[in-house]
């Protein structure tokens, strides 16, 4: 009987290590099987890149002289959209999410950047400076019907979307800084969120649409990261270091925050928990890595 208990035990052991027995989807978490996109210069100027969610598989997507940056996942994975300069004024572009199929969705010869993919696929907020300065725009997934939805004298940026798709956050200059800022994504009922000394830039929603975090230079030793409720109370700062830390991004689960820190004067992808705990760095080069977006699928 021991014998064959013993037995048990080997085969099993051997079907392991063999692959006769496969884990399941279910124990590795979605926000683990997702992938991160970045912007990095490592080969002279700004390319988009990919990465899985635990830092491994970094492959470059586009190859131009330009400068590639701001990707933007559309909600299926299948596409990325992002800024370049290839047709010597910024421009926002879509691609397969291989590299392949890069299109000019624009058009324009002001400057349009910082794209954002939203819930449903079917459009694109972005920055452009077409009215002489920087608002936030709207236009379908294939470039048409070009919307400005801010319409202000304010510098107007980083727009993103709420899950539901009924709301955009932003940053803009309203008063003396620049706060962070909500709409409906008709561009009315635009609203001030965060009213302090200091400067708030690249909101970004929770998942479930109930949390939103954004960098902050508030305390003024360099930027935080921050989380506050989608109505703007209960503002909790959720890094505290000497580094600058930005562009914090969720998870497609909640759990984390991807995001950009500068240490040790090196531009690098770190992610965190949501509360700000066990920061791991996800990227190490010595050129500037940016500006992580999290796959929501």
Known sequence: MKKQWVFSVLVIVLCLAFGFIQRGDAETPPSQKSEIAFHSNRYGNFEIYVMNAD????????????????????????????????????????????????????????????????????KIAFVSTRDKNFEIYVMKADGTEQKNLTRSNEVDTNPCWSPDGKKIAYSS???????????????????RLTNVRGIEFYPSFSPDGKKITFTS??????????????????????????????????SPDGKRIVFRAVKDENWDIYVMNADGTEQKRLTDHPAQDDKPCWALF
Request: with cysteine; aromatic share 8%; charged share 25%.
């Open 55 to 122: 830092g491994t598989g970094q492959k470059r997507l586009t190859h131009d002289p330009s400068e590639d940056m701001n990707a933007s996942w559309s909600p299926d994975g299948t596409k990325i959209a992002f800024q370049t300069d290839r047709d010597g004024n910024d421009e926002i572009y879509i691609m397969n999410a291989d590299g392949t199929e890069q299109t000019n969705l624009t058009h324009h010869s002001a400057d349009d950047s910082q794209p954002s993919w939203s819930p449903d696929g079917t």
């Open 173 to 191: 200059d309203k008063g003396l800084n620049f706060e962070i800022c909500v709409m409906n994504a008709d561009g009315t009922e635009q609203q």
């Open 217 to 250: 230079n508030r305390e003024k030793h360099g930027n935080e990261i921050y989380v506050m409720n989608a109505d703007g109370s209960e503002q909790k700062r959720i890094t505290n270091n000497s580094a600058f830390y930005d562009c914090p991004c969720w």
